[in-house]
């Protein structure tokens, strides 16, 4: 045997080099409860299924992610003919495309390498899609200036979030930066925080006043922080996500208030902009309402928010397009960030393209303009009676209880678990609700996520359910859900 093979030999001999004693710890602690283990085991029965494995049901209804397409709902034709146009330029001389929808395709594949989108774009994406957004940002803010400059496109709102949390964190020890969430959250934020190893800090919404935030919960929770981290950051999700609820003008005046007098860097995470349902209910964006708190606010408080093509009325979250904007941002900081975003050269030019017609969408005057909003106007329809549907159905079923589901697209009610059914959970290794949302997956085929996955208060059970489904579909799930409830309850009583 000669050296070489003696080295290899030595080397299989000890197995992998990498395992995971020795991986990044940092990546061990993410957990991303939206596909956790539930949405594996659903991935599984749906193979058993199609290999003729009998159960109690024959499909597997995943209401676990907002992912509407996924759902059922239909694509806005207006997007895709201008993607079609701009994936497959020859179609421009077909004509029956829409004038307007050329116009579209052409004038972003003028601004792409090549005339192509398959060419890698500027880092920090399109310059004139840049404009399109900022003047979007103008005309939805009732006429605050937005700067193009300050705009920076990104692969979904997600990897925005992460870029600018990677800015913000440093410092060991009880000088490492914090981080307020809201629980319940959407993983991404632990997820990242944990990657990072940043400190999370948690506030709690109120469940009993719909899911509300209260500076003095925001106080609390700060204060508790100092004593062992650096809190820098308060995200804030609106439109709530797992919650549905949809933050007041006065509420966001109080926590930019708050983020002032604690010096703290706001976060606001607005891709559910367009999906609000509740009357007396209104989108009020962060940034809208510090300009019109006057400067003593709107020159100070730094801010990024994000907006994303994969929710409201498109819900095109494969396309990954979304945008951020950054304002009163240091301007060396500001150069630091598009270093950082040229590392990965661009975000997907396709998903570009896509948020260019969401910001900029077909005028009255064009012959597009009656479809795309007869269009919009029946998906957010739809989504606001499914809302009203979910939380009427859910209060009719003894031991669940569900607030208004106002905006955003999922409900997350509370449900009353037996204790012979905790200690079940437990004996198994199991958390409670986990334990409810699995037994649910095996018995009626219905994925959800547990509230354990989005955090909650000690003691309380939740699961997070999507809306999306078509409206017959969705009444079979809630069906099947109460069902399930009850005959569960019977089962541990």
């Known amino acids: 045997m000669n050296t070489d093979d003696q080295n290899h030999t030595a080397v299989r001999g000890r197995g992998k080099l990498l395992t995971l004693d020795n991986m990044n710890p940092k990546v061990k602690r993410v957990e991303y409860a939206v596909r956790g283990p539930i949405v594996q085991r659903a991935v599984q029965i749906e193979k058993e299924l199609r290999e003729g494995v009998k159960k109690p049901f024959t499909e597997v209804i995943k209401a676990n992610i907002g992912d509407a397409h996924a759902m059922g709902q239909k694509p806005i034709t207006f997007l895709r003919q201008v993607l079609a146009l701009c994936s497959y330029p020859e179609l421009l001389k077909d004509n029956q495309f829409p004038e307007d929808a050329k116009k579209r395709a052409q004038r972003i594949l003028e601004a792409c390498g090549g005339h192509s989108i398959g060419a890698y774009s500027a880092s920090q ?23 193009p400059d300050n705009i920076y496109l990104s692969t979904g709102a997600s990897d925005a979030i992460v870029t600018i949390l990677k800015l913000l964190v440093s410092g060991e020890g009880r000088d490492r930066t914090g981080v307020m969430i809201s629980i319940p959250q959407y993983p991404l934020y632990s997820a990242a ?27 609390r929770a700060l204060y508790a922080a100092r004593q062992h981290c650096n809190p820098r950051v308060l995200c804030i999700i609106n ?60 020159s100070k408080v730094e801010m990024a928010s ?109 449900i009353s678990l037996p204790q012979k059914a905790i200690d079940k959970a437990k004996e198994e290794g199991q958390v409670p ?54 005959r569960f309850t019977k089962e541990f009583s």
């Open 125 to 147: 994406g399109i310059e004139c899609i840049r404009h399109d957004v900022a003047h979007f940002i103008e005309k939805r803010d009732g006429g605050i200036p937005s700067n």
């Open 193 to 219: 925080l944990a990657e990072l190893d940043a400190v999370q800090i948690s506030y709690y919404l109120d469940e009993d006043k719909c899911w509300s935030l209260d500076v003095k919960e925001l106080r």
């Open 239 to 298: 439109p709530g996500n797992p919650t549905g609820q949809v933050q007041s003008r006065q509420c966001i005046e109080d926590v930019i208030r708050f983020a002032k007098e604690e010096n703290l860097f706001l976060m606001a995470d607005e891709v559910y902009q367009d999906n609000v349902y509740a009357e007396g209910c209104q989108f009020h964006s962060f940034k809208k309402v510090l300009f019109e708190m006057g400067p003593e606010y709107s």
């Open 306 to 414: 994000f907006h994303s093509t994969s929710k409201c009325y498109m819900g095109e979250c494969g396309f990954r397009g979304g945008y951020m904007e950054v304002i009163n941002m240091d301007p060396e900081v500001k150069a630091q960030l598009t270093k950082l975003v040229s590392v990965r050269l661009c975000p997907p030019v396709p998903g570009q393209a896509l948020l260019d017609l969401v910001v900029n969408p077909p005028q009255p005057d064009e012959p597009s303009y009656a479809t795309f909003m007869k269009e919009r106007t029946a998906v957010l329809a739809a989504l606001a009676e499914k809302a009203k549907l979910t939380e009427q159905i859910f209060n009719t079923v003894p031991g669940i209880t569900c607030n208004p589901v106002q905006g955003a697209m999922y409900t997350f009610p509370r």
């Open 433 to 486: 609700d986990m334990f409810y949302c699995m037994k649910l997956l095996e018995e009626e085929g219905i994925c959800l996520v547990p509230g354990s996955g989005f955090g909650q208060r000690e003691g309380t059970f939740h699961f997070r359910m999507t809306i999306l489904p078509p409206t017959e579909k969705l009444k079979l799930v809630l069906k099947k859900i109460k069902d399930f409830h009850l």
